[in-house]
């Protein structure tokens, strides 16, 4: 039997708003063409390799820690919350897992961290791509919610507009005030 591999990548730990959000693939052994790190790939190419992956995977999951779990733990503990619940949410248990970057989450299964895995390991690729895909749709939403701040346009980084709104309109439900520009302006409200 196949050994079966759990990529692991996650996004949006450098946004002043929106969750943290981590993807888990398991690739079935005919892989998937055109896999590399998110980041190097346009949005329309991201969508196109989201929805193959979605449908070719032998299985994939995602796990969200919130704007209030990064504000109380901090945003790597949040990331590596976000990145175990993203493989406990598998609907098959993995051999192994492979992380992009430098740490583990903490979970019962051989995993190892991969540094730039998410440009040299497909399952973490993909993952990488899922989760880029995922987190710039909710952040889309999120506009909807709160138009005035441009999430849709930044995705929650702190762009120059960015940080105008906040300063225009004040820090919203989802801003993670833990952030220091966004704590800076919560006491610039107050004082």
């Not at 990488?128 to 441009?150: C, W």
């Amino acid at each position: 039997m196949r050994t079966m591999i759990a990529g692991v990548d996650e996004v949006g730990r450098g946004p002043l708003a929106g969750p943290v959000l981590a993807v888990a693939v398991i690739l079935k052994p005919k892989g998937i063409e055109g896999l590399r790190d998110s980041k190097k790939l346009t949005e329309k190419k991201r969508i196109e390799l989201c929805k193959i992956i979605r449908n070719d995977a032998k299985a994939w999951a995602y796990g969200i820690a919130s704007v209030k779990e990064i504000d109380e733990m901090n945003i790597l503990n949040a990331s590596l919350l976000a990145m175990k619940r993203a493989v406990l949410h598998l609907p098959l248990q993995p051999h192994r897992v492979l992380v992009d970057g430098n740490r583990c989450p903490d979970i019962a299964i051989p995993s190892q961290a991969i540094i730039g895995g998410d440009n040299s390991v497909p399952e973490i690729s993909a993952a990488s791509i899922v989760a880029k895909v995922i987190r710039d749709y909710l952040m889309t939403v999120f506009d909807k919610h709160y138009p005035q701040y441009g999430f849709a346009k930044h995705k929650g980084y702190g762009t120059q507009d960015h940080l105008r709104a906040i300063d225009d309109f004040g820090v919203s439900p989802i801003h993670r005030r833990s952030f220091s520009p966004v704590s800076n302006a919560l006491l610039r409200e107050i004082g």
